[in-house]
């Protein structure tokens, strides 16, 4: 008699090939998962290297077009802006943020005039790069002020669409600014202006390198516990992407990646909305110092970014998205 049992039932059967290992995979990881982190910085001709992130550069405006289109090339979908801000355009309130002129602003109007809609541009809404505190927010005695943050990060979101930025991108954690952000596009008539909602974003520890990237490190008075979710938590989740679905967010981040994926796989088995995943600069400093030590192999890569995709992620942002080859 056959069983449904060992000897009969053997697992390793479908293992045994590369084709059919293909055959049964039960996910799968390509380009268009991928969205691209890009730094920016002032000057011309610059590509510079970040210490706390090995491989990874802050370009000058002029010197996108390489990685730009690079990621066209292989089909990357989306690239995400982030500006390292001069410490002398930085002041309490950000005010750097609402400069027409400013780095981010600059940096699409470069891309969108020369790729046009060949790839989509996501810019963050958050003051960290621009205070001189490195707060999300403005800070009042100790106190990251919610209403008037909301006000500034409404004009931010507004400045950047009108720049030609496709997907706004709010990573602060002000309770209400979903809303705002969404009435405030749709009265400027950017009603296609779509908007990734950071929704679950922990206060962590896997954020240093990308604040020593954007140069907000040193100025990070305190920790950001006051807005950032705190780890522990696992429904909270839930309540601020049904929180920010209601108030018109298209999408839905959840971020860092690897500690929470738990947390992806809830998000999405109770939202029928697209899920993000960020992978964080702490995530890729670790796997590429790893890598570079010899202590884990290069293939450690793809097994980080598939399980974001195991967990039930549309998407993945990762600073390996120009590098891994698939
Ligand atoms: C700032 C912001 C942070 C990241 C993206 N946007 C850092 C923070 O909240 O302190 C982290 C990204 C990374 O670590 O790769 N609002």
Not at 104 to 123: A, S
Not at 193 to 220: E, H, N, T, W
Not at 239 to 252: Q, T, W
């Amino acid at each position: 008699m056959i069983t449904g049992k060992y000897p009969n039932l053997r697992l390793r059967r479908s293992r045994k090939y590369a084709w059919s290992r293909k055959l049964v995979q039960e996910s799968s990881l390509s380009y268009s998962d991928l969205i691209l982190p890009i730094f920016l910085i002032e000057g011309k001709n610059k590509k510079e290297s970040i210490k706390s992130m090995p491989n990874v550069f802050r370009y000058s405006v002029d010197k996108l077009n390489t990685v730009v289109s690079k990621a066209i090339n292989k089909g990357i979908p989306m690239i995400a802006l982030f500006p390292y801000i001069r410490p002398s355009k930085k002041d309490e309130k950000g005010s750097e943020a609402l400069n027409p002129d400013n780095l981010v602003c600059r940096g699409i109007k470069f891309i969108k005039k020369k790729f046009k809609n060949k790839i989509g541009i996501m810019c963050d809404v958050a003051l960290d790069p621009y205070t001189s505190h490195g707060h999300d927010g403005l800070l009042k005695k100790k106190n990251i002020l919610n209403d008037k943050t909301v006000e500034i990060l409404t004009k931010q979101a507004v400045l950047q669409a009108k720049m030609g930025c496709d997907v706004i991108a709010p990573s602060d954690m002000m309770d209400g600014r979903i809303g705002e952000i969404r009435s405030a596009l749709d009265k400027n008539n950017l009603n296609d202006v779509q908007i990734l909602s950071y929704a679950v974003k922990f206060s962590s520890s896997f954020y240093g390198p990308f604040r020593d990237a954007v140069g907000s490190k040193k100025l990070l008075k305190g920790d950001k516990k006051t807005y950032q979710m705190d780890f522990r938590n696992s429904d909270e989740s839930l309540r601020e992407v049904s929180l920010d679905i209601k108030e018109g967010a298209d999408m839905v981040m959840v971020k860092p990646g690897m500690p929470y994926l738990d947390i992806i796989k809830r998000v999405k088995d109770n939202f029928k909305i697209p899920v993000f995943a960020y992978q964080v600069s702490g995530e890729y400093s670790l796997i590429m110092n790893g890598i570079n030590k010899k202590l884990i192999g290069k293939d450690s890569i793809k097994e980080s970014l598939i399980s974001f995709k195991r967990a039930g992620a549309n998407s993945i942002v990762t600073y390996f998205a120009d590098q891994i080859e698939l």
